[in-house]
């Protein structure tokens, strides 16, 4: 789990000099926010945070979160000297996309909910690492992600098709995907179609997440938990490569529907999963990993356990007919 590695003072549930977790810094924001709502509107900034007020036109607003932003960056973030940007719930007209592009900026709502909307036609595009981002919503445009970025958390965030870190269809022919790496932290978070590094990799944590058609990878090696995808979801065309995927659900030629689970180096664990017609890799397939306490809402397992290789398992899943299947 990335830690933010500055030290906490004397107070607090931590000892004194240890290191925030993000679990840590979301709660202290959280805190602060409450403060600033319960005491002074008119604070708008302290040694570590900015606060937008939104009282303005959505299009203001945007402008007020904007030199907010810039103002941060001028404060000299580190690993050390984080700053917050705390955002009042509210319209931000963009017509230009607003670029979280400095480490040790961290953008979030000031309630923790998802209430700061992002309009107009400008979108938030993330393109450096070390951030905590939380409560945006940029309704049915790309939330945008362009690189692994794995000390980033999203939390609580909301965009249209391709959103974090996803990617349109290859280009007919092409038989290489073209998507991104993705290893960020995502909790809470909704994406259209081909979201959660569509037609990529994902492989990084994904908490609670809901994602359309193709979401989710071209390839899977994190930690996927009581996440939704539609059809041809969690590497539907590719494989699973490692990690744990517990308590999702799928449709269609979801999990790995026609790749491989798993590797004779790589053995990961798919577990208390839903999948629909042709999901578990039923195509020319091998099963090296484990697949314990799945479902199929349409066809069985037959070919899945035809596919099992080496130490590989199906053990107490289920098919449509609730019949048990085990290899």
Same mark, same amino acid.
């Given at each position: 789990?990335p830690?933010?590695?500055?030290?906490t003072?004397a107070?607090?549930?931590?000892?004194?000099? +240890?290191?925030?977790?993000?679990e840590?810094?979301d709660n202290?924001? @959280?805190?602060?926010?409450?403060?600033?709502? =319960?005491t002074?509107?008119?604070?708008?900034?302290?040694? #570590?945070?900015?606060f937008v007020?939104a009282?303005?036109?959505? +299009?203001?607003?945007?402008?007020?979160l904007s030199?907010s932003y810039?103002?941060?960056?001028?404060?000299?973030?580190s690993?050390?000297?984080?700053?917050?940007?705390l955002v +009042?719930p509210?319209?931000?007209?963009?017509t230009?996309?607003? %670029? @979280?592009?400095?480490?040790y900026?961290d953008?979030?709502?000031?309630?923790g909910e998802?209430? &700061?909307?992002v309009?107009?036609s400008?979108? &938030?595009v993330i393109?450096?690492? #070390?951030? *905590?981002?939380? !409560? %945006?919503?940029?309704?049915?445009k790309? *939330?945008t992600?362009?690189?692994?970025?794995?000390?980033?958390v &999203?939390?609580?965030?909301?965009?249209?098709?391709?959103? *974090?870190?996803?990617?349109?269809?290859?280009?007919?022919g092409?038989?290489?995907?073209?998507?991104?790496?993705?290893?960020?932290?995502?909790i809470?978070?909704?994406?259209?179609?081909y979201?959660?590094?569509?037609?990529?990799?994902?492989y990084?944590?994904?908490?609670?997440c809901?994602?359309?058609?193709?979401? /989710?990878?071209?390839?899977?090696?994190?930690t996927?938990s009581n996440?939704?995808?539609?059809?041809?979801?969690?590497?539907?065309e590719g494989?699973?490569?490692g990690?744990?995927?517990?308590?999702?659900?799928?449709g269609? /030629?979801?999990?790995?529907?026609?790749g491989?689970?798993?590797?004779p180096?790589e053995?990961?664990? =798919?577990? $208390?999963? &839903?999948?629909g017609?042709?999901?578990f890799a039923? !195509?020319?397939s091998?099963?090296? !990993? @484990?697949?314990?306490?799945?479902?199929l809402?349409?066809g069985?397992?037959?070919?899945?356990?035809? $596919?099992v290789?080496?130490?590989g398992? =199906?053990?107490?899943?289920?098919?449509a007919?609730?019949?048990p299947?085990?290899?």
């Amino acid at each position: 789990m990335p830690q933010y590695p500055f030290l906490t003072r004397a107070y607090g549930p931590n000892a004194k000099g +240890s290191t925030l977790t993000w679990e840590d810094l979301d709660n202290s924001l @959280l805190f602060l926010s409450e403060s600033i709502n =319960v005491t002074d509107n008119d604070i708008l900034s302290g040694s #570590n945070y900015l606060f937008v007020k939104a009282d303005g036109t959505p +299009s203001q607003n945007a402008t007020e979160l904007s030199a907010s932003y810039t103002q941060a960056k001028a404060s000299s973030p580190s690993a050390t000297n984080r700053i917050a940007v705390l955002v +009042s719930p509210g319209k931000y007209t963009f017509t230009s996309d607003f %670029i @979280l592009d400095t480490q040790y900026i961290d953008v979030v709502s000031l309630t923790g909910e998802c209430d &700061v909307l992002v309009t107009g036609s400008g979108t &938030v595009v993330i393109s450096n690492d #070390n951030m *905590f981002v939380r !409560g %945006i919503d940029v309704d049915v445009k790309n *939330f945008t992600m362009t690189g692994s970025l794995p000390s980033t958390v &999203v939390k609580n965030c909301k965009g249209g098709d391709s959103s *974090f870190g996803g990617y349109p269809p290859p280009t007919p022919g092409d038989f290489t995907s073209p998507g991104y790496f993705i290893a960020s932290t995502f909790i809470d978070c909704v994406g259209g179609d081909y979201s959660f590094a569509s037609n990529g990799s994902a492989y990084g944590k994904f908490i609670n997440c809901t994602g359309g058609d193709y979401s /989710f990878g071209q390839y899977c090696d994190g930690t996927f938990s009581n996440c939704i995808g539609g059809n041809y979801s969690f590497a539907w065309e590719g494989n699973i490569e490692g990690g744990l995927i517990e308590n999702c659900t799928g449709g269609t /030629f979801s999990f790995a529907s026609i790749g491989d689970i798993g590797s004779p180096s790589e053995i990961p664990t =798919v577990k $208390n999963c &839903v999948g629909g017609l042709n999901s578990f890799a039923q !195509g020319t397939s091998n099963v090296y !990993g @484990l697949l314990q306490n799945c479902k199929l809402t349409s066809g069985d397992f037959t070919l899945t356990i035809a $596919n099992v290789t080496n130490n590989g398992a =199906v053990i107490s899943c289920i098919d449509a007919l609730n019949n048990p299947q085990n290899s």
